[in-house]
Every structure is written in C-alpha cells, then in structure tokens.
C-alpha cells in the first residue's frame, strides 16, 4: 500500500536544559502577569553518540501574557 520513506525510532537518551521566568504585578484595579521559557532539548542515539537532533514538539522559547480586571456586576 503506502510505503513512506521515514520512519520513527526510539531514541535512548534525552538531555535538557532550561529557564522559566514568572512574573505578576498590580496596577489599580487590573493585574498582569506573564511567562517566558527558554529549552534545549536534545536526543542522543547509542549508535551514533555524536549525532544530536532537536525534540519535536519541544519549542526553544514559549510565552504568556495574560490580562485580569474586575467585571461590574449589576
């Protein structure tokens, strides 16, 4: 049928490094918060030590923003 020509294997050893900055603060009535994170997320193979590939669905640099204020209720 469908013959693709990559395949996923397992690989035996992850390394990974990282920073993760957290942040609120108040101004009158709002609060503001955020988060920065930095990785490095390797994958390492036995077979070819030198070989190094980043991980998927690991993103190098994430973010939030985030915004809160009080609602009138009435």
Do not use: C, M
Request: charged share 30%.
């Amino acid at each position: 049928l469908f013959r693709s020509r990559f395949q996923r294997r397992n690989r035996k050893r992850i390394r990974a490094a990282g920073l993760e900055l957290l942040a609120t603060a108040r101004w009158g009535r709002f609060e503001l918060g955020g988060d920065l994170t930095w990785q490095d997320v390797r994958l390492t193979d036995d077979l070819a030590p030198r070989e190094q590939s980043r991980a998927e669905y690991q993103p190098e640099l994430a973010g939030s923003l985030d915004v809160a204020a009080p609602i009138a209720a009435g």
